[in-house]
């Protein structure tokens, strides 16, 4: 039924494959071997294109290319990180907010992250793609439920169905009157670019509600020129976009680098949406940041970036607890005029401004 339309063929995902093109030295390949073995790989044409095979820390090949590290798991680490299976209520469904609903379509990628919060469900030989009955059943659960106002198709990645299959879902869904909206997750903009033809944006288009499409995208140079033209031809057609970002230790931990990024995604017409805090997914320890230092990031990034750029950092609270905004706060109530402050006054606040210095704000008389 969720038909895949692969034309992959070039991508690559054995490790033997990732050493004949010149992407990890022979030396790696039998704890490669091991990493394939519990994760899947898959490195595009036009992933592999960006990566620098001369440049040991490329923040692309860090991104994609497996390592040894991920054998290694550290405490907390949890196969369903954010905790998806305690909300599904039907298999395809995870109803976590009451006015949406991701909707899991397929269990394949265009490419395999190295730090998917989804990668013990993801790729070849986990999870198939949802069954006839499964699928018409997770639709009769969104049917049934009026508060449902947003379908978010998630999954993995639901722009790897065929157009004319995700142009039927479209229209099954936008067939909801209280669905709205429909939000597509997907990465293959920049991973397989040439995949986001004409008849792929037509099958987005639907009419009864609007689409939405969030790219994940973590570092400025996966917006290449296929890329940007891609997702141009998206947001031409009248489909906007948002952007999430995982905060990615040798990736985009530096101001520098997520400047460029939210600067390129505006750029695109792109606005930033969130930048998540990597998930406690298994062995990716070594690519996580810490939260101090990503609320430091975010500081800095304050007083450089327009509003327009500025992107919002977020935790998802492991064990399907939700996202919460964890960036810093600008704003604190001045405790030694709270204590003296009659009851029901408003208090006094202390405003940090972007450069770090705080400033008192009045209370309303
Ligand atoms: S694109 Fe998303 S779902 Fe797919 S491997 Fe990367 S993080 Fe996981």
Redesign the pocket.
């Known amino acids: 039924m969720n038909r895949i339309d692969p034309d992959l063929a070039a991508t690559l995902r054995e490790p033997a494959e990732l050493v004949a093109r010149g992407l990890v030295p022979p030396g790696a390949l039998s704890d490669l071997e091991k990493v394939a073995a519990r994760y899947a790989v898959a490195v595009t044409p036009d992933i592999a294109g960006l990566i620098d095979a001369k440049d040991p820390n490329d923040p692309i090949a860090r991104q994609f290319i497996p390592s040894a590290e991920e054998l290694v798991a550290t405490p907390g680490e949890s196969a369903d990180p954010i905790g998806d299976h305690r909300h599904s209520p039907v298999a395809g469904i995870v109803h976590r907010y009451p006015d949406r609903v991701l909707f899991k379509l397929v269990h394949v ?1 265009a ?3 190295r ?5 013990e469900m ?1 790729g070849p030989g986990k999870e198939s793609a949802l069954s006839d009955s499964a699928y018409s059943s997770a639709l009769d659960y969104i049917r049934r439920h009026s508060e449902i106002w947003e379908v978010i198709l998630t999954g ?2 639901p722009l790897m169905l065929s157009p004319r299959r995700l142009a039927e879902i479209m229209a099954d869904l936008a067939a909801i009157e209280h669905v709205r909206i429909i939000r597509i997750h997907t ?1 293959v903009p920049v991973a397989d670019p040439s995949r986001l033809n004409a008849e792929m944006v037509a099958a987005l288009k639907v009419s009864g509600a609007a689409t939405w499409v969030a790219l ?1 995208a973590n570092h400025a140079r996966e917006l290449t020129e296929e890329a940007r033209a891609a997702c141009a031809r998206l947001i031409d057609a009248g489909i906007p976009m948002v952007s999430q970002s995982v905060l990615l230790c040798g990736v985009n931990d530096s101001v520098e680098a997520l400047e460029q990024l939210m600067r390129a995604l505006v750029a695109c017409r792109i606005k930033p949406y969130y930048l998540h805090h990597g998930d406690l997914a298994p062995g990716t320890a070594h690519l996580r940041t810490t939260l101090a230092r990503g609320q430091e990031l975010m500081r800095k990034l304050r007083g450089r970036l327009s509003g327009l750029c500025q992107v919002e950092y977020v935790l998802d609270i492991p064990g399907g607890h939700g996202k919460s905004p964890v960036g810093p706060n600008y704003l604190q109530a001045e405790d030694s005029f709270a204590r003296e402050r009659e009851p029901r006054e408003e208090t006094r606040y202390r405003v940090t401004d972007y450069c770090g210095d705080v400033h008192l704000y009045p209370p309303k008389p």
Do not use: K, L, M
């Open positions: 990628c490419v395999y992250c730090f998917c919060f989804r990668r993801v993995v990645d990465r994940h």
